[in-house]
């Protein structure tokens, strides 16, 4: 689902990268506020609190909450690696946006996966560069951050469902997404290739499923946490 | 094994993995572009390991993994240093409001 460079018209491709960046901003300002609210409810509560070169509980919370975000950002880099056969002639490969929102949360989420797909983009061509903010909002924030609220709205009775209906829509919106981003580029008629694309990815939406719930179960062991 | 270690090992071998035995058929939005004939508006970018291919190794299967390899340390490194800037960061902003 990677665009490459040249699919796109340039003031869309651009006025997305802009937006894409900007997200990013905010993203990371969410995560930096969090821990500083966490730093003053450590200092509020602890009585000599050294804020300098020695590290106290902050210092080592955030580094292991960090630490997570990469594990997490590792495994969506390689499994992303990894194209299964999919119908006559097509490869898919996980997305990995609800895996990642599940794990370290919706703003994290779109951190990881952006970042995932700027070193796609910078160093391996997976991806152009100009067609990186569609490839972030298509992946990052459609198939991560919206798709967190949709394992939420639905993760209340059972997990798996949750997890079914993020990636459902994730895959699924994503692709709609590109499809719309196509179109308006003039790559292609929408309603001609509409029925193609959404049948060609309701398969990858029950493969992403299938990996995610595997690989949730497989990180949390490994990390020494609950499955539910 | 260490489990911290092994949560470390998974993803190098799934690279490792992917490299001997991942689809190299073309992926759905691939599909789409070549039955809908625009593929040809594909722009190659030019990078270090476009494809992931390595320069100067010619065995596909090594190729394929260094690669992946690299992509794997690249992430790390971009982390470590976004965990730094949002360390010191976090600490100017608590010590500014005391």
Not at chain 1, 65 to 79: K, P, S
Not at chain 1, 173 to 184: D, K, N
Request: hydrophobic share 50%.
């Amino acid at each position: 689902m990677h665009i490459p460079d040249g699919f796109l018209n340039n003031n869309l491709a651009g006025g997305l990268l802009a937006g894409a960046l900007g997200m990013i901003g905010y993203c990371l300002n969410k995560i930096l506020k969090s821990i500083t609210v966490a730093v003053g409810t450590i200092a509020g509560s602890v009585s000599e609190v050294n804020l300098g070169s020695q590290s106290f509980g902050f210092s080592e919370n955030t580094s292991k909450y960090f630490q997570r975000l990469t594990l997490v950002a590792l495994w969506v880099f390689a499994f992303q690696m990894f194209n299964i056969p999919v119908k006559s002639a097509t490869s898919a490969h996980l997305i990995g946006g609800v895996f990642a929102a599940i794990l370290a949360g919706p703003f994290a989420g779109f951190i990881i996966m952006s970042f995932v797909l700027i070193i796609q983009s910078l160093f391996f061509s997976d991806g152009g560069v100009l067609a990186l903010g569609a490839n972030i909002l298509n992946m990052a924030f459609i198939g991560s951050f919206l798709s967190y609220y949709v394992y939420k709205a639905f993760s209340n009775k059972s997990q798996h469902f949750g997890v079914f209906a993020a990636c459902f829509f994730s895959v699924m919106a994503a692709s709609l997404a590109c499809l719309i981003e196509l179109g308006l580029s003039g790559s292609i008629v929408f309603s001609t290739a509409f029925k193609n694309m959404m049948s060609l990815h309701f398969g990858v939406s029950c493969i992403e499923t299938l990996i995610t719930l595997a690989l949730l179960k497989v990180f949390r062991s490994v990390n020494g946490e609950s499955n539910e | 094994m260490n489990k911290k270690k092994l949560a470390f090992i998974i993803p190098i071998f799934t690279v490792f993995l992917a490299s001997l035995f991942a689809s190299k058929l073309p992926d759905t939005l691939e599909t789409i572009a070549i039955n809908y004939e625009f593929i040809n508006k594909a722009k190659e970018t030019s990078s270090p390991f476009s494809g992931y291919c390595f320069p100067f190794v010619e065995n596909h299967y090594a190729s394929t993994f260094l690669t992946g390899i690299i992509g794997l340390a690249l992430l790390y490194v971009l982390f470590k240093i976004t965990t730094k800037i949002v360390k010191s960061l976090a600490k100017l902003i608590y010590e500014e409001s005391k």
